[in-house]
């Protein structure tokens, strides 16, 4: 049976009589990676204070690893737990090399693996050199590193990418690959939405402090019913024939060569069926399903707030 790693149970926090986390129960699964996402101010920095154990829940419960990370196990939970905050701050006279190593001793990881962990991160040609000198990259890289110190079973990371090229970015995302294949547990905010399709389990979506949908692509995808578009590609002349004969299908679209439609999920393969048995040459077929941006933005706009997937 496989564990759930992190828990929100009811989870809710007040400021000053201001809700900010409205009842949150949401499993995260070991071995799962899981976008957290949402508009600034929709919970995301609440839930991962909370999961720190830096604040506690005004109502409900967290855990972390079946720990309270605000209680008394709070110091096991957290060795168990590697964080990368959206903005890094180290010492600039440290080098690359003394930062890791001073985490290492708060956190009572192996001081020998830091240069591997440099290593693994792109940085060991800068493992001497001071953090002053390092770009924007080079720090968000490093943080990374501390994150991954003492081999965590759980990251919780908050906009990872910041900072990154394309060609970091990609290392960013190997790296992630290797976690869950090594069985950690990930949950990372972002709002690079379109990066992440296809490198996460599931989707967590918040807004105004409400989680308002959860589950995989798929799920909340069928949840959503936001209609699906192809595009068809035909010799010279014969769209025109393909957009007559499917009658009943909603044509966006139609020029010599090209014939676009829109439907319902639930009705692509009756239709793409329909296509195969037209007897006209199909040169190519799209298929485009909504994207991650696209479902965000379906569900925080029509203001659900039932918890959606679990």
Same mark, same amino acid.
């Given at each position: 049976?496989?564990?759930?790693?992190? #828990?929100?149970?009811?989870?809710?926090?007040?400021?000053?009589?201001?809700?900010?986390?409205?009842?949150?129960?949401?499993? !995260?699964?070991?071995?799962?990676?899981?976008?957290?996402?949402?508009?600034?101010?929709?919970?995301?920095?609440?839930?991962?204070?909370?999961?720190?154990?830096?604040?506690?829940?005004?109502?409900?419960?967290?855990?972390?690893?079946?720990?309270?990370?605000?209680?008394?196990?709070?110091?096991?939970?957290?060795?168990?737990?590697?964080?990368?905050?959206?903005?890094?701050?180290?010492?600039?006279?440290?080098?690359?090399?003394?930062?890791?190593?001073?985490?290492?001793?708060?956190?009572?990881?192996?001081?020998?693996?830091?240069?591997?962990?440099?290593?693994?991160?792109?940085?060991?040609?800068?493992?001497?050199?001071?953090?002053?000198?390092?770009?924007?990259?080079?720090?968000?890289?490093?943080?990374?590193?501390?994150?991954?110190?003492?081999?965590?079973?759980?990251?919780?990371?908050?906009?990872?990418?910041?900072?990154?090229?394309?060609?970091?970015?990609?290392?960013?995302?190997?790296?992630?690959?290797?976690?869950?294949?090594?069985?950690?547990?990930?949950?990372?905010?972002?709002?690079?939405?379109?990066?992440?399709?296809?490198?996460?389990?599931?989707?967590?979506?918040?807004?105004?402090?409400?989680?308002?949908?959860?589950?995989?692509?798929?799920?909340?995808?069928? #949840?959503?019913?936001?209609?699906?578009?192809?595009?068809?590609?035909?010799?010279?002349?014969?769209?025109?024939?393909?957009?007559?004969?499917?009658?009943?299908?909603? !044509?966006?679209?139609?020029?010599?060569?090209?014939?676009?439609?829109?439907?319902?999920?639930?009705?692509?393969?009756?239709?793409?069926?329909?296509?195969?048995?037209?007897?006209?040459?199909?040169?190519?077929?799209? !298929?485009?399903?909504?994207?991650?941006?696209?479902?965000?933005?379906?569900?925080?706009?029509?203001?659900?707030?039932?918890?959606?997937? #679990?």
């Amino acid at each position: 049976m496989t564990m759930a790693t992190l #828990q929100f149970e009811g989870a809710g926090k007040t400021y000053d009589g201001k809700t900010v986390l409205d009842d949150v129960s949401l499993n !995260i699964n070991e071995g799962s990676v899981v976008a957290l996402v949402g508009h600034n101010g929709a919970g995301k920095t609440t839930m991962m204070k909370l999961l720190l154990g830096l604040i506690r829940p005004c109502s409900g419960q967290v855990r972390v690893l079946g720990l309270d990370p605000a209680g008394p196990e709070g110091s096991e939970a957290k060795r168990n737990l590697g964080f990368l905050p959206e903005t890094v701050a180290f010492q600039q006279a440290m080098t690359g090399l003394d930062v890791l190593n001073f985490y290492a001793r708060l956190k009572r990881a192996d001081l020998n693996a830091n240069r591997t962990l440099l290593a693994r991160v792109g940085l060991a040609d800068a493992a001497g050199q001071p953090v002053k000198t390092y770009s924007k990259g080079m720090r968000q890289r490093l943080g990374l590193a501390q994150a991954l110190l003492g081999a965590p079973r759980v990251m919780l990371l908050d906009e990872p990418t910041t900072g990154l090229d394309p060609a970091l970015r990609r290392s960013f995302y190997d790296t992630l690959s290797a976690l869950k294949r090594e069985g950690v547990t990930v949950l990372l905010s972002s709002h690079a939405l379109s990066e992440l399709e296809s490198r996460i389990d599931k989707v967590a979506i918040m807004n105004n402090g409400k989680l308002i949908a959860s589950g995989t692509l798929s799920e909340l995808r069928n #949840q959503a019913r936001v209609p699906v578009r192809i595009r068809l590609r035909t010799r010279d002349g014969q769209a025109n024939e393909i957009a007559n004969q499917l009658s009943g299908a909603e !044509i966006s679209r139609v020029n010599g060569q090209i014939v676009e439609f829109v439907c319902a999920p639930e009705e692509k393969m009756v239709l793409v069926r329909r296509v195969s048995e037209l007897g006209v040459a199909i040169e190519d077929m799209e !298929i485009d399903l909504p994207t991650l941006d696209q479902l965000y933005s379906h569900y925080r706009n029509d203001g659900r707030d039932d918890g959606g997937l #679990q």
